[in-house]
């Protein structure tokens, strides 16, 4: 058996070397027995995730899950909070089965952290597994499933294994409640017999035949391959019809999966992560910026106010698992958070009039001196929302959720405000940059542009979670009969590329940043305006004329699409059955950005008018490649320079900034179009 958990880093990288030979290594050479170990944590991962919400039907692993495994010697770190955790779990004080699980709410964040440490903290996976068993019966499933995300992104050792998608695991957070409600009441025999018997009504549900999944197209390009047919062999695909949705002109991105996800993830990648840095608040910022700039510029194509936002609610239409409604904020939490923010805004406020500033530990520092600045940024902003906790987090609303945040209309409110004051410090007391960034004897000439078109893709979705888990056992075992998927329509994009010509009158090597922003101008505009960051590349330019061309599907950070749980399912059965060699690199990464929500949807009839901003600067060899695209911020983040991430929108541009940083030769201002077409709308 492999034990990975070493804590020399040397160890570890050996482990994982010997971990990753054996998994490659071909069945028919080794007799595939790493391989099979490999799937048989993979599958015994999916059974155990199936329907979490639910009671555990596997006697196997209730048996083996019966008591939490306490012999101290088992881990490599017998912590506080796993002390703490045993004490509660022995007074029968756990958070109980049947509660909505927030970790925003104190009680849960504590029990989360004992859990998550008797799953990290393991030698070897017998304990580790034992330890799954054990809570997946007896833990309230939302904690359950939080401590095993964050074990999955935090343990190297296990990072190799395919978590399903957050979306799929626990489909009512992602799902208006029609739907969630159809599927939770499907019954399969019903649905045969209804089949037989003729009716002429369309059925809501129908079964796809022959068997398709769309997108065609994913990461690993498993659906596209022979093998899907061979795998999907014993699954009926059934379809759920797409449920007219609201008449909210922002649905197609707010209820997006894909973004509503991302801010899931990229905050449980944060969360728990030793020694978080200076570094990760500067990105976790720079993200939020991103989501905000980008919910602008569609609220701008979608002709709604933007420039500054008001506090609005949406009536959430959604359920939790224990079907509970999500509610709007409760006043209790609205105080707390205006009341938090009013305190941020006063002590930013102040920190810039007298330069001064009280650090937690007592000190009072000059902020003017040396590297103070960051001190004050660090103690001022906060970023791990673990460490945001709220009482009336116990209660399901839209924002206080982080599957379910970016769904809510007051999440782009508050971050408005806090990202109004993160720049307002960061333009005071953020030390000038030296004006060498600025490169010299170059001039960005001209653009072109290939034309940028949105459309509504239809899309399958997997709600397999939501049906009862009667249908998936017969007689002690576990099948996959059926699958439910709702076909929705969703945001996307032609790919597009441009190609830039610049003049140089030296070799020299840049950093080209390109933002979208609006079609608005004007002297003092830019603070108002939203500039969403869609790519930044390195390039090397030699004398005289360059031609630069970038294509969309080269901008980093971005990814497409996952296979869903039913073909995850069904590949570990058929990799076992067949030793079919089960590709590794089928997953894409938690923490990247759906590549299809870049453009705002464009202008039906009349187009939507753009600009894009392109903005070159010199290049300093300080490029660095890190791990953050899969949540793993342990090598800090990747990016090509010393400027801050976000340059130069990381702050309140003044007019000489603006002069400075966004006209020139080294800037180029480039007028663009969207347009929306009609492709696949067709009844
Ligand atoms: C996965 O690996 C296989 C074999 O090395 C390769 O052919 C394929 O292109 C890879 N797919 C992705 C998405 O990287
Ligand atoms: C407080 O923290 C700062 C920064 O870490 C440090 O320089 C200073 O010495 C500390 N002051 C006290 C009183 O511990
Ligand atoms: C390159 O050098 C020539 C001659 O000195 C000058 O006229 C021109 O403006 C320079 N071009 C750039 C882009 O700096
Ligand atoms: C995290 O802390 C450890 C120990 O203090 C240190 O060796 C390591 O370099 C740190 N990692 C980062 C990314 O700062």
Redesign the pocket.
């Known amino acids: 058996m492999l034990s990975c958990l070493t804590k020399t880093s040397a160890m570890k990288l050996l482990c994982l070397l010997s971990l990753s030979f054996l998994l490659y290594l071909k069945p028919v050479s080794a007799g595939g027995i790493a391989n099979r170990y490999y799937l048989e944590k993979q599958r015994f991962l999916l059974e155990i995730l199936h329907h979490v919400h639910e009671p555990l039907l596997n006697d196997q692993w209730r048996s083996l899950g019966e008591h939490l495994v306490s012999d101290k010697s088992q881990y490599v770190v017998y912590n506080e909070q796993m002390t703490d955790f045993f004490e509660t779990f022995a007074h029968g004080r756990l958070v109980p089965r049947e509660v909505y699980y927030n970790p925003q709410y104190p009680e849960h964040y504590q029990q989360s952290l004992g859990l998550y440490y008797f799953f990290y903290h393991t030698r070897d996976w017998i304990t580790l597994w034992q330890n799954i068993c054990w809570a997946r019966v007896h833990v309230n499933p939302g904690m359950f499933l939080q401590a095993l995300s964050q074990v999955l992104l935090k343990r190297e050792d296990y990072q190799a294994l395919v978590m399903p998608k957050i979306y799929e695991l626990w489909p009512e957070a992602f799902h208006n409640e029609v739907t969630v409600r159809s599927a939770r009441n499907f019954n399969f025999a019903n649905w045969i017999r209804q089949q037989d018997t003729f009716t002429s009504q369309p059925l809501e549900v129908q079964l796809i035949l022959p068997q398709e999944l769309q997108p065609i197209r994913l990461e690993g390009d498993l659906r596209s391959s022979p093998k899907w047919f061979e795998a999907m062999a014993d699954v009926h695909i059934l379809r759920l019809k797409e449920h007219q949705r609201g008449l909210h002109r922002l649905q197609h991105l707010i209820e997006d999966i894909g973004w509503q996800s991302y801010w899931y993830y990229i905050n449980m990648g944060i969360a728990q992560t030793e020694n978080s840095s200076q570094e990760l608040q500067e990105w976790w910022y720079n993200q939020l910026g991103q989501l905000l700039a980008r919910y602008k510029l569609e609220r701008y194509g979608q002709q709604l106010s933007y420039k500054r936002l008001t506090l609005q609610a949406l009536t959430p239409h959604l359920l939790t698992w224990l079907n509970q409604r999500f509610q709007l904020v409760t006043p209790s939490t609205t105080k707390k958070v205006t009341q938090a923010l009013q305190n941020l805004e006063t002590n930013v406020a102040d920190a810039i009039s007298t330069r001064r500033f009280m650090?937690s530990?007592?000190?009072n520092?000059d902020l003017a001196a040396a590297d103070n600045w960051l001190?004050g940024l660090r103690e001022l902003f906060p970023f791990d929302l673990t460490q945001l906790q709220l009482e009336s987090a116990n209660e399901p609303q839209l924002l206080l959720d982080l599957r379910t945040s970016l769904r809510s209309p007051e999440f782009y409110y508050y971050a408005e405000r806090l990202l109004r004051s993160y720049r307002r410090y960061r333009q005071v007391l953020q030390p000038t940059p030296k004006t060498s960034f600025r490169p010299t004897e170059l001039r960005i000439d001209s653009m072109d542009i290939t034309p940028l078109i949105t459309y509504d893709e239809p899309v399958d979705v997997d709600l397999s979670n939501l049906l009862h888990a009667r249908h998936f056992h017969f007689d002690g075992h576990f099948m996959w009969p059926f699958t439910l998927q709702q076909r929705q329509f969703r945001l996307q994009h032609e790919p597009f590329s441009f190609s830039l010509q610049i003049t140089s009158n030296k070799t020299q090597s840049i950093v080209l940043r390109s933002f979208l922003t609006t079609a608005e101008s004007g002297s003092g505009a830019v603070n108002r305006e939203p500039f969403y960051q869609l790519d930044s590349f390195l390039t090397v330019l030699y004398e005289g004329v360059n031609r630069i061309t970038r294509d969309s599907r080269q901008i980093s950070g971005l990814i497409g699409d996952h296979i869903s749980l039913t073909e995850l399912h069904q590949y570990v059965r058929l990799a076992e059955q067949e030793e079919f060699d089960f590709p590794l690199n089928i997953s894409t990464p938690n923490c990247g950005f759906p590549r299809r929500l870049i453009l705002p949807r464009g202008g039906q009839g009349q187009a939507l008018r753009l600009r894009l901003l392109i903005v070159a600067t010199v290049y300093d060899f300080k490029a660095r490649q890190a791990n953050e695209l899969n949540c793993d911020f342990s090598k800090g983040v990747s990016r090509w320079d010393e400027l801050p991430l976000g340059y130069p929108f990381e702050r309140y541009l003044e007019a000489e900034d603006e002069a400075l940083h966004l006209w020139g030769d080294h800037t180029f201002w480039q007028p663009v179009e969207i347009n929306h077409v009609d492709r696949f709308r067709h009844e």
């Open positions: 650090l530990n007592g000190s520092i001190l």
